[in-house]
């Protein structure tokens, strides 16, 4: 019988190569599957690339979780390569003759929590468990929720936090002490929304970016009354709450932790069918900023989705202002916020270079036509004083926000060429050159995004792990003031929407119809 050598010459000059030279060339593959083939040819091929198949794990399934753990009992050293790990399970539902029979995908599962213990080099972790508001458990066929999340990772958080003292048995090493980032979404059996005992990943000493979605983040929260050796004590850089109820209290007990917080990201529950446990932020302004002041010093970045189209007046806002925050550079605010009243009454700080608004001015779910009218008619002089308060402000843009509505897994999302119709009518243009010139007048940069699901399937945040995330498309860019991105790029430089850059003559400034910042 012929040997290797006989009919793989190319292979054998490659395993005359040094150790280093075929790292290189392992570096540069991206295929999980092309490294699993190549570790199989010989042990050298196995040892050196085995780190750069488990270095990156994602799970789906209760079987996926039984062939890991399976893996790594027979070879624990290969937990330790592990950095980036992702439990992403999903539940999925068989239909047949009999009628609808659940899977036992998710059996299994629950091998995760004998294999998170051991994952001492780790630095990324998402756990990803299938979402109450989701298909089976939405529809004609009520399906009872049978789906928690099966993994029990909070003990092993607070084993990892120092400000607890539950370290590790045998005086080893604290767990997850490279930990980084850490994404959940997670529902419970009974509380299915509360975050509860999960709290604790607050008091981490090492995480620096920190996701939740679908949780209310109330004051039922078990951590530490306030404790000079704890607060400002944690490496927390971002944190991003996605569809969740906030409570304005139980956020100023969160924020009292992280040292030095760059970036917050305050998502309220708008899509997700809950009875919220916590009024929306808008109802307690006093307690919301004072909760945002206590990392003024630090905060780049704030974006705040709101969950009620409700107006404080401006003489009941509190003594904390944005302009107190001077390391403010971005900020990212939708309709219902309640800091659009802070900044079009006490304006913002000198160091914001960015202002971000979000609109409802495109609503594809129309019952009347596919156009994709617009909506609301007192936006325009919303507009202009937000902008006017910030003339400092280099960069505005609006981004016009993807809408949703009832029906939304049934409905397919509208269609690109469809999005670009709404401007080839004048008067809407003209909306647009208004608001532009006058920015662009103060030597103020102005874009206009769409979001838009390219596919045309729609989904609702948060997107899990295989659903669509909608893109921002360029509409149009200041730098280009009678250019639209229409397919073919229309230049729209006729000489009357190059002479209409103020109202028409038959026009009040109340008739205008603009960008619907307000309903």
Avoid at 386 to 409: C, E, N, P, S
Wanted: hydrophobic share 35%.
């Amino acid at each position: 019988m012929a040997g290797p050598g006989s009919f793989q010459p190319g292979f054998c000059r490659f395993l005359s190569l040094a150790d280093e030279m075929i790292l290189a060339v392992i570096e540069r593959v991206d295929q999980s599957e092309d490294l699993c083939t190549l570790a199989r040819t010989c042990g050298r091929f196995q040892a050196l690339v085995e780190p750069y198949i488990y270095r990156s794990v994602l799970v789906r399934t209760g079987a996926n979780a039984i062939c890991l753990a399976t893996a790594l009992d027979r070879r624990p050293s290969r937990a330790l390569e592990i950095q980036h790990f992702e439990v992403r399970y999903i539940h999925k539902v068989v239909v047949d003759d009999t009628g609808i029979v659940q899977s036992d995908n998710e059996s299994g599962i629950e091998s995760i929590d004998r294999i998170l213990p051991h994952l001492r080099n780790l630095r990324h972790l998402t756990i990803e468990s299938p979402c109450i508001n989701n298909n089976p458990w939405r529809g004609d066929e009520m399906i009872p929720w049978r789906s928690g999340c099966r993994i029990r990772y909070t003990p092993l958080f607070r084993a990892a936090n120092r400000a607890t003292s539950l370290e590790v048995h045998s005086n080893g090493p604290l767990l997850f002490n490279k930990l980084q980032t850490v994404v959940l979404h997670t529902h419970g059996n009974t509380q299915r929304f509360e975050l509860g005992d999960d709290a604790v990943i607050f008091l981490h000493p090492t995480l620096q970016n920190l996701t939740i979605s679908c949780s209310d983040i109330t004051t039922r929260m078990p951590l530490p009354p306030a404790i000079d050796n704890i607060e400002k004590t944690t490496s927390l850089r971002s944190l991003t709450f996605i569809e969740c109820n906030i409570n304005a209290i139980a956020l100023g007990i969160i924020l009292r932790y992280p040292r030095a917080l760059k970036e917050i990201d305050l998502g309220e529950r708008i899509h997700h069918f809950h009875e919220s446990p916590t009024k929306p932020l808008v109802h307690y302004d006093r307690e919301f900023m004072y909760a945002l002041y206590q990392q003024h010093e630090s905060l780049e970045y704030i974006r705040h989705v709101g969950r009620r189209r409700w107006r404080l007046d401006p003489s009941q806002l509190g003594p904390i202002t944005l302009r107190d925050f001077k390391s403010l550079r971005c900020l990212a605010l939708d309709p219902k916020s309640i800091l659009t009243t802070h900044i079009t009454t006490n304006g913002a700080p000198k160091s914001l270079e960015t202002l971000r608004l979000f609109s409802d001015y495109v609503h594809c779910f129309n019952p009347q036509a596919r156009s994709l009218p617009h909506r609301g008619r007192a936006g325009w002089k919303e507009l202009v004083k937000i902008t006017d308060k910030m003339r400092h402000v280099r960069q505005v843009d609006i981004v016009l926000a993807q809408t949703f509505a009832d029906g939304i897994l049934t409905s397919r999302g509208y269609k690109m060429e469809d999005l670009h119709r709404i401007w080839q009518a004048k008067e809407r243009r003209q909306d647009v050159y208004r608001f532009a010139f006058v920015l662009k007048d103060q030597g103020r940069s102005f874009k206009l995004y769409a979001e838009h699901f390219q596919t045309g399937e729609i989904f609702i945040p948060p997107f899990l792990y295989g659903e669509e995330t909608p893109v921002e498309h360029v509409i149009y860019d200041s730098e280009e003031p009678y250019v639209f991105n229409t397919p073919s790029r229309q230049k729209y430089q006729r000489e009357a929407d190059q002479n209409d850059r103020g109202f028409a003559e038959n026009e009040t400034e109340d008739e205008v119809i603009v960008l619907g910042l307000t309903g």
